[in-house]
Structures are given as structure tokens and as C-alpha cells.
């Protein structure tokens, strides 16, 4: 007899399983398995659980745990079969009702709503004889499920004594026993892992949590040990099989569910979106007669679009994008292949015109491929989520959702968590995150790479069993959130097609990730942050609240020579997508000269491409000859100097030499991006035989395909690199022309990052740009530009609590004028925020100099004016008594000042230590910032202060060291070896500072320093 398995709960099932699809479809298929039901607590997993199970040719189920409240104080267990799709489609329901309640119970009068075409089991054992005692609940039951009511008896190996009882409440309530099994894990020798899984999920170590006795035997069954296990009742193991076999779901999806945009009663959605295109373009080209060409790319993207059925998913999105506009929530000018659509562009969905950057429409939306329309969107960071509640709140809570998705147990994540479980302390735990190598992406290759977490490991049973079980429990789903972008949309209620439960600000989310969403036909939309964009946003605002000027980002010049010559030195720290180091040189090389050499750079500088930027470069500066494969392709090549970089060149390659239409182009490019040496065989014999007809000889035929076949991998979307390149050159201008207000956003932005910080003020005041220090009275929560400099901002003082900042606004607000002294700060914020925690970092990084007292004075009188705080809350009669004195103390000395800036600001604001030494010494050739451009094996010569020093020994027993090495403009890391180390040994402390030779050295694409002669310097 094959064997079937009711009741198997996958690892999708958050750490409440460890049993894997790709462990047990093999295991199914060794048994000859007939059937198998899935049955966890929400339906994670699902879909991938049915579709592996179809190809392996065993018979799926699908099934779901549910907790039903019978009572106030009682819940029972009830196990539901989907015995079709209708009684699928009850089980989304079920579960969505579930996963939307804060105690995720089904109320029974819930059931009784979403019962329909379910079969029901009450799966009794040894937790679960809580059934035995509520005979009401038994007829309740049968009553709703009839015939379909099923009893499960699960055995631990033996007969348990309650089974007689609960076999004679079945009899007595007619209702069929079956067998039953739930399966956690593959083996018994699992079961450790298992609890250790468990143990993390509930936080409780696995020494209070073990559960020993009552989940041991929750393996996976043989077809022996089924047969074993009820050899009395082989009617019970024939009625389960019966169950299941008699369950049948199709989830295969053969349409998709496309979301519908309310339009008048006598108009259609391709009526209303042929009117709007055509209205938004003339408006776009200020013209009341479309030009010809305009005219005719028009027309055709709307029958594609109409023809395809994806008028509403325009409309939808022309509408929030209109929203976001209204709202004042910037958008970006476009992502992706929908750039090249002048349907986006006419509706404003994208700001970048197709055609004047040879955008094809194809790559978006082909009409020989059929392919769901994918508009991603940038907005804001700060605001995106207002966009998300605009949509649902226009077509209804129960039609939108955010995407979920799952985080899983890494590496290094799997390592602590189990290391916790084990009851490791806290330097056992930072020791073994130190001994597993960053770059090893399973702990396997991290044993295999480490030595030092090999021997570690090798010194104890525990450790041993500790990694063995970190192995096991590697890579399984640990904790759900929300994906970045994704968006539904449903022309149907969500739960009607996949299950949801709570989201975030009111929005639902699915409990299917991307992927899975997508195969049950459902329509998602990108709804991404972008923090580039709120920098623009902030530099736009800044410009207009002091300058009182607008800026129309979609109206700057694009041949501005400042903006280019900004560029062309490589001075893009800020800029979005030109800020690194290799970005730079780029720029340097090729020194654009309009706004189609930004476009390139984007698109050549990743791995591939990046060989030909020195080709790019010399043939735009006439240094070599350009090259054109042929005569016929000058036209598209002309632009890039006869350098393939865009997927669209190819396109039009195959268009234009081998006669094929854009259509058969894109999937000829898609094609041969494959390599599967079949296809580009077939496609190249469809080539050079598009070739032959159009004139060509089949030698240069085959040479052309060769080009497209190497170019095919290393195109980018020209769409793409368009857009985002917009938005490049909008930064790079606003730096050249707005610098106060650009780095003020900057600065706004890095807050919290302090090594950031440093290097953004340093280059501003290489700049010539003032910063001027926090104020009490002028420093706002964010960097503002104030005169001709900007203001530091109070939020990037460390240790200054929030609801502090946000009463101290609001007070300054209400009382429009300056606080007097320290005394008059503390009474009018009040006790309640004004205390030593909150206030002393404002001392140390002087924002209260403006009183007039000394630092030191300041911190010593803190107590005092917290207890007149105090007192005047309690007794209104402060102004008869007067005001305290302020305690005194000693002047700070400057190097004390320094380091209290240090402290609270993570660098020295008034002037770095190293500053004064440097113009001291002459022979100095680099700075932390300077070393980034310089080659490896330059030999060095540089200033910092030690900020970290770790020793060792070498195998010989000799000590060496590692440092951080802290300038100005960041840190850098330095390695003394014994011979380096012997000349300062013992002399190393944090803040000494050094002059260090030696060689220059990248690891991990960060410089850093092996040091050859190093000296003491004493300021």
C-alpha cells in the first residue's frame, strides 16, 4: 500500500518546521508517496508546496492548522482540507481571518461563514484532549460538516488511553476515524534542531524549552512505520488515503487578475486613456497639432497598450502619480524600461521623452511577447508611503496590499541565534561573528575559509554540536516584513486570490513574497524610496525658503558648462550614481561634455562594460580613430564612438541589418543573454538569414551576430541609464550653483553617520563654505543654511533625545525671543526634558556659548538649574526669589574642548588635532581621503591619530598589531607587523598621534596602510 501524509507542516512555517521542500519531495518520492497535505498555521509556502509536489507527481493537498474559539476561555484544534477550489478559496478567507486578529483564532461563528467545501479533522493526541471534554462542540461540529467530518487519531508509537474515548464520542457522533501523523522534521535525529528552532522562535533557551517527550516522534513516517504504527486499524490509514485523494485544488493560473480604473458610465478605460495621452502630449510639446512622428509613435503604443488589455494599469498609475504631484511628493523622472514608453511620458508617469533619446518602445512592452506592464516609481523616501495610502484609500482596503517578504537565517544571523539558545555569553557570541569571514555566504564555506573557527570549534562537544546545528537550521525562513516596494491590486477582493494578514499604517499585507504573488495572477506595482530624491527635495526647499526662488527640476538647462566642468573633475560626492571612486575616475577620463555622455558613463561602469570606458574616452577626445562594424550601423553607433552600450543598440542592430521587426529584435537579445549554445545556433541561422535578404554577405553577417552575441550580456537598458541619469545631472547642478543648500541637504542626510559627516564638512570647507556651530537659539533638527554658511544642526549631536529637540522647538516658537542663561532654558522647557543626559551633550559640542559662561561652568551648573526647573513648577513664585548662581569651575583646557567635541559630534569641529601638525610637517604626501585615488604600492607618507589598536601574536610568538589610523577626513586601516610594531611598542594609545611610511594596500576595495617606519608626534 503507498503511503499518504496528512499532515506535514513545512519550514515556511516561521521556525515552527525544518522540514524543506528539497529534502522532502525525494523522501516522498523513496516512500512511492500517493499523497501529502500540507497543513501550517498560515498558508506560507503554499504555492511552491503545490507546484513541486505536481512535477514530482504526487497528489497535493492543502490544508491549514486552525485554533477555533469556541468559548471565551477555550479554543479547539481543527485541521481543513481544500477539497476543491472553491473550498481553497474559503481557506484564504480562513486564513486571512486569522492573521489579521491579534490572538490569530478563528471565532466559530466565523467557521460557520467559511466552512463551504471543506473537510474538517479533529486531530486527536496527547496535547490536543481538550475535544474529549466538550461534547457541545462535537454535534456543532458534525452539524456543519457532515459527512465531511473526520477524526484523526495521531499515536506516538502505542495506543494512547484516552483513544477508546474519543473513538466512542466518533461512533456515537457518526463520525469516520483516519490516521493521522504531524511531521516537523525529516529524522528523528532532526529533532535537536527542531527544538533548537523552536527555542529561537520563542527566545527561551533550549534548556527551559526542550520539549523531549511530547515532539520527538514529529518525524517523518516510512511507509514501515505507518503500516507498524496502525497494523490494528488498517481501515484508518485506508480512510486518510480516501481523504486525501478525494481533495482536489488547481492552482495553475492561466490569466491575470488586472485591476480596473473607475471610469464614466458611457466610457471606456482605453476611450479615457487615449483622450488623456493625447491631451498630456500636446501639453508636454506645447503644440495644438501633434507633429507627424509624435503622432505616429503615439498611436501605436496605445493599440499595443489597448490590444494587450492594460489601459486600466495606465490609468491607475497616471492617477497617483497626479496625487503625488498635487501633494508635492517628488517623483522620479522614470525606472526602468517604462522610460521609454511616450504614453508614460504624455500621461507624466515618466519625464523623460522617448524620443528625443531614441527610447524603444519595445523593450517595455512587446507585442510578438506578451508581457505584464512593469511601471516601477521613485518617490521620496520620507513620503512614499502616502502614495500607498492614497491607493487604498481610493479603491478600497480590501483590493491593495503590500508585498511580504521573508528574512532568513544567514550565516552569521544562524551563528548567534543558536550560539543564544546554546547559552553562550556575550564575548563568545562577538567572537564568533569575528571568526566568520564576511565574505562566506554559508557557514560551510566559513569553516572550510577559517581557521581559527575550525580550531575554536574542534576544542569542544558543545561547539560541535552547536555548528552541526547552525548548519541544519542555516538558510530557513526566520521572520517576515515588508518588501521595499511591492504593491497588489486587485479587481477583486485580495482574499478572493491570495491570503493576507496585518501590514503597516493600515495597509494589509499579502502572506505570499514577489514571486508567489505574481503566479496567482496578480498585478504588483513598485513603490520605491529613493533617499536621492528627498536630498533634491530638500536642496529644492532650502532654495525657496531662503532664496525665495523655485526651481523646476524638468526646466534646467541640460548644456550647462559649470555643471559639466564639475563633472568632468570628478567632484561628485553627493551626486546620485557618480559618488565612487571608480565612478570618478570615469568622469575624469572621460570628461563629459553633454548630457549623453553622463547617460554613457552610467551604463559602462559596471563589471564588463567598465573595459571599454578608456575606448569611449579616447574616441570622444580624438585620440583613436572610431570604428564601425559597418558602414550601416554608423547611425547607432554615432553617439557611443562606435562602443556598444545599450541594450537598445542592439535592437536596432538586428532591426536595421537583418531586417527583423524591434519585436523579434528584443527576443533575439533575450535570447541569446541565455548562452545556451542551442538557441544562439538557431538564432544566429535566423540572423544571417535576415542578413542575406536585406543585402548582406553572410561572412559580415556572422561577424554582426558575434557583436550582438558579446554585447548581449554587457547592454544596459538605455531607458534606464536615461532616467537615472536625469537625475544625476539635476544634483551635479544644484552642487555647482546651490552648494550651501546642496551640502546643508547632504549633511541632513548623513546624520548618524559621523565618519560621513566628517568627510561632507571637510569638503564643504574646502569649498570655502562656512559651518557654523549649534545654536541653542539658531541650530534647527536638520542643517539649514543660514547668512552665507550652514548652521549644524541639533539632531547630529549624540545623545540629544528627540522629544528634547522637539519641546525645544516648539518652546522657541511660542516664546519668539532668546533664552537668557541656563536657568531661563531649564524653566521654560520644564523638568520633564530638561536634565543632565539631554543637555550636557549640548554643552560639550557648545551650543549653549552663546550664554556667555564657560563650558565647564555650564556642565557644573546643569544640577542647579534642573532643581530650579523644578521649584518653579512646584511654586509660581520664581521671579520673587530670583535666579541661582552658576557653580564655578575651571576653564576647560582647548584639548579638553576637542575632545568633548569628539565626543558628542564624532569629530573635532573647531579644529582637528592633526590640522596644526600636518602644516608642521612638510613631507607628508596623503590624507585618508587622498589615499582612495592614489594606486596600490604607492609608497605613503601620512598623519593620523590612533583611534583603536588590536595586538597578536604571530606563529613565531612574536607580537604585531592592527590600528585605525583617523585624520580629518576619516579612518584608514593600518597593520604593523613585529619589526613596525617593536619601534612603538606599548606606546599606542587612543588619540596618539603618528606619522606612518609605508605601502599602499586594497583589501575588499579599501585602502589600507602596511607600515614601514612609524613615529610618535607629541602636540
Known amino acids: 500500500m503507498r503511503p499518504v501524509y496528512p499532515q506535514i507542516r513545512t519550514s515556511a512555517d516561521l521556525l515552527k518546521s525544518t522540514i524543506r521542500l528539497e529534502t522532502l519531495i525525494p523522501f516522498l518520492q523513496q516512500q512511492k508517496a500517493e499523497a501529502c497535505a500540507i497543513v501550517n498555521s498560515k498558508l506560507y509556502g503554499l504555492l511552491p508546496f503545490w507546484h513541486g509536489l505536481t512535477r514530482a507527481g504526487i497528489h497535493p493537498v492543502i490544508g491549514l492548522e486552525v485554533r477555533v474559539q469556541w468559548t471565551e476561555e477555550l479554543d479547539l484544534p481543527l485541521i481543513l482540507y481544500a477539497q476543491n477550489n472553491a473550498g481553497y478559496k474559503s481557506l484564504l478567507k480562513i486564513s486571512s481571518a486569522m492573521a489579521i486578529r491579534s490572538d490569530e483564532k478563528l471565532p466559530y461563528r466565523w467557521l460557520e461563514s467559511y466552512a463551504e467545501d471543506c473537510a474538517a479533522i479533529i486531530p486527536v493526541a496527547a496535547e490536543n484532549w481538550s ?26 508509537g502505542s495506543t494512547a488511553l484516552e483513544e477508546p474515548h474519543a473513538l466512542s464520542l466518533a461512533e456515537r457522533y457518526g463520525i469516520k476515524v483516519l490516521a493521522l501523523h504531524e511531521s516537523t522534521f525529516m529524522t528523528a535525529d532532526d529533532h535537536f534542531a527542531y527544538e533548537v528552532a523552536r527555542a529561537i522562535d520563542s527566545g527561551i533557551k533550549i534548556g527551559a524549552s526542550l520539549q523531549g517527550q511530547k515532539t520527538k516522534h514529529q518525524y517523518m513516517l516510512t511507509n514501515t512505520e505507518w503500516q507498524e504504527r496502525f497494523a490494528d486499524h488498517p481501515e484508518w490509514l485506508q480512510q486518510t488515503k480516501v481523504l486525501l485523494l478525494s481533495c482536489h485544488v488547481d492552482l495553475s493560473v492561466d490569466h491575470v487578475h488586472m485591476p480596473k480604473f473607475p471610469v464614466a458610465e458611457h466610457e471606456t478605460a482605453e476611450q479615457l486613456l487615449q483622450k488623456n495621452a493625447e491631451q498630456g502630449l500636446k501639453q508636454r510639446l506645447q503644440t495644438a497639432q501633434l507633429p ?10 496605445l493599440s499595443v497598450i489597448n490590444s494587450m488589455g492594460y489601459a486600466d494599469y495606465f490609468l491607475i498609475v497616471e492617477d497617483f502619480m497626479r496625487f503625488a504631484r498635487e501633494a508635492e511628493i517628488l ?39 506578451v508581457s505584464l506592464p512593469d511601471i516601477d516609481i521613485d518617490f521620496i523616501d520620507t513620503r512614499r508611503q502616502e502614495v500607498i495610502d492614497y491607493v487604498a484609500a481610493k479603491y478600497g482596503k480590501q483590493y491593495v496590499a503590500q508585498i511580504i517578504t521573508f528574512g532568513t537565517l544567514s550565516a552569521k544571523a544562524v551563528a548567534r541565534d543558536v550560539a543564544r539558545m546554546f547559552d553562550f555569553d556575550m564575548p563568545t557570541l562577538e567572537l564568533i561573528s569575528k571568526m566568520i569571514p564576511n565574505r562566506a555566504e554559508t557557514l560551510q ?50 482574499v478572493d486570490v491570495v491570503p493576507i494578514q496585518d501590514g503597516h499604517e493600515g495597509v ?6 514577489m514571486q508567489e504573488v505574481e503566479q496567482a495572477g496578480l498585478l504588483k506595482m513598485d513603490f520605491l524610496g529613493l533617499r536621492n530624491l528627498t536630498i533634491l527635495q530638500q536642496i529644492c526647499q532650502s532654495i525657496h525658503f531662503t532664496e525665495k526662488q523655485s526651481i523646476d527640476l524638468l526646466r534646467i538647462p541640460l548644456d550647462d558648462t559649470a555643471t559639466f566642468q564639475l563633472l568632468a573633475a570628478g567632484d561628485t560626492t553627493g551626486v546620485f550614481q557618480l559618488e565612487s571612486e571608480g565612478m570618478r575616475g570615469a568622469l575624469r577620463e572621460i570628461k563629459p561634455s553633454s548630457f549623453l555622455d553622463i547617460v554613457a558613463v552610467n551604463a559602462l561602469y559596471r563589471p564588463g562594460p567598465m573595459d571599454f570606458i578608456p575606448v569611449y574616452a579616447r574616441r570622444k577626445h580624438g585620440q583613436e580613430r572610431v570604428e564601425m562594424p559597418h558602414p550601416i550601423l554608423e547611425p547607432i553607433l554615432r553617439e557611443t564612438y562606435g562602443v556598444i552600450v545599450y541594450q537598445e543598440q542592439i535592437l536596432r542592430i538586428a532591426h536595421t541589418f537583418a531586417g527583423f521587426s524591434v519585436g523579434e529584435a528584443d527576443l533575439l537579445r533575450r535570447a541569446v543573454s541565455k548562452k545556451d549554445r542551442a538557441i544562439l545556433e538557431r538564432e544566429q541561422q535566423h540572423f544571417v538569414n535576415g542578413a542575406l535578404k536585406q543585402g548582406h554577405d553572410e561572412q559580415t553577417a556572422t561577424a554582426i551576430y558575434e557583436l550582438i552575441v558579446r554585447f548581449a550580456d554587457y547592454g544596459f537598458p538605455k531607458s534606464h541609464a536615461v532616467a537615472y541619469s536625469m537625475i544625476s545631472y539635476q544634483l551635479a547642478y544644484l552642487k555647482t550653483h546651490y552648494p550651501l543648500h546642496f551640502y546643508a541637504a547632504l549633511l541632513t542626510n ?63 516658537k511660542e516664546r519668539q525671543q532668546r533664552f537668557e542663561d541656563l536657568f531661563d532654558l531649564a524653566v521654560a522647557l520644564g523638568r520633564k526634558v530638561f536634565n543632565r543626559k539631554s543637555v550636557e551633550p549640548l554643552v560639550k559640542a557648545g551650543a549653549l556659548d552663546e550664554f556667555g559662561r564657560e563650558r565647564s561652568v555650564l556642565l557644573a551648573t546643569i544640577d542647579a538649574a534642573e532643581k530650579q526647573a523644578e521649584f518653579v513648577q512646584d511654586d509660581h513664585l520664581f521671579l520673587s526669589f530670583g535666579k541661582p548662581k552658576h557653580t564655578d569651575a575651571l576653564p576647560f583646557t582647548d584639548k579638553e574642548k576637542l575632545q568633548f567635541e569628539k565626543e558628542v559630534l564624532g569629530f573635532y569641529f573647531s579644529e582637528h588635532p592633526i590640522t596644526k601638525i600636518r602644516e608642521q610637517i612638510g613631507q607628508v604626501n596623503a590624507t585618508v581621503q587622498t589615499l582612495k585615488t592614489m594606486p596600490a604600492n604607492s609608497y605613503i607618507k601620512c598623519l593620523g591619530a590612533v583611534s583603536d589598536v588590536k595586538t597578536l601574536r604571530t606563529k613565531k610568538g612574536e607580537l604585531m598589531a592592527f590600528a585605525q589610523l583617523e585624520d580629518e577626513f576619516g579612518t584608514v586601516s593600518l597593520t604593523l607587523f613585529p619589526k613596525e610594531y617593536k619601534q612603538v611598542e606599548g606606546k599606542l594609545q587612543p588619540d596618539t598621534i603618528v606619522f606612518v611610511e609605508g605601502f599602499l594596500e586594497y583589501r575588499f576595495n579599501k585602502p589600507q596602510i602596511k607600515a614601514k617606519q612609524i613615529f610618535i608626534q607629541h602636540s
Open 331 to 369: 517623483t522620479g523622472p522614470g525606472r526602468g524600461s517604462s522610460a521609454s514608453s511616450l504614453v508614460a511620458y504624455s500621461l507624466q508617469i515618466t519625464q523623460v521623452d522617448p524620443l528625443a533619446y531614441d527610447l524603444l518602445f519595445e523593450r517595455f512592452l512587446n507585442p510578438e511577447r
Open 508 to 513: 494589509y499585507l499579502t502572506q505570499w513574497p
Open 445 to 494: 564555506q566559513a569553516f572550510e575559509e577559517s581557521e581559527k573557527l575550525r580550531t575554536w570549534v574542534q576544542q569542544e562537544p558543545v561547539r560541535q554540536s552547536w555548528l552541526a546545528t547552525a548548519m541544519h537550521l542555516e538558510g530557513l525562513p526566520r521572520n517576515a516584513s515588508t518588501h521595499a516596494a511591492g504593491v497588489v491590486l486587485s479587481p477583486v477582493p485580495l
Open 750 to 812: 548623513a546624520t548618524g553617520n559621523q565618519e560621513k559627516l566628517a568627510q561632507i564638512i571637510q569638503e564643504a570647507k574646502a569649498r570655502g563654505i562656512e559651518l557654523l556651530p549649534p545654536s541653542i537659539h539658531s541650530s534647527a533638527r536638520f542643517f539649514k543654511v543660514e547668512r552665507q554658511g550652514i548652521r549644524y544642526s541639533l539632531s547630529a549631536i549624540k545623545g540629544v533625545p528627540q522629544p528634547f529637540l522637539e519641546r525645544l522647538v516648539t518652546v522657541r
Open 131 to 156: 475535544w474529549l471534554e466538550v461534547e457541545s462542540a462535537w454535534s456543532a461540529f458534525q452539524a456543519l460538516f457532515g459527512q465531511h467530518m473526520y477524526m484523526g487519531i495521531a499515536r506516538k
Open 292 to 301: 507627424p512622428i509624435y503622432e505616429r509613435r503615439l498611436q501605436y503604443e
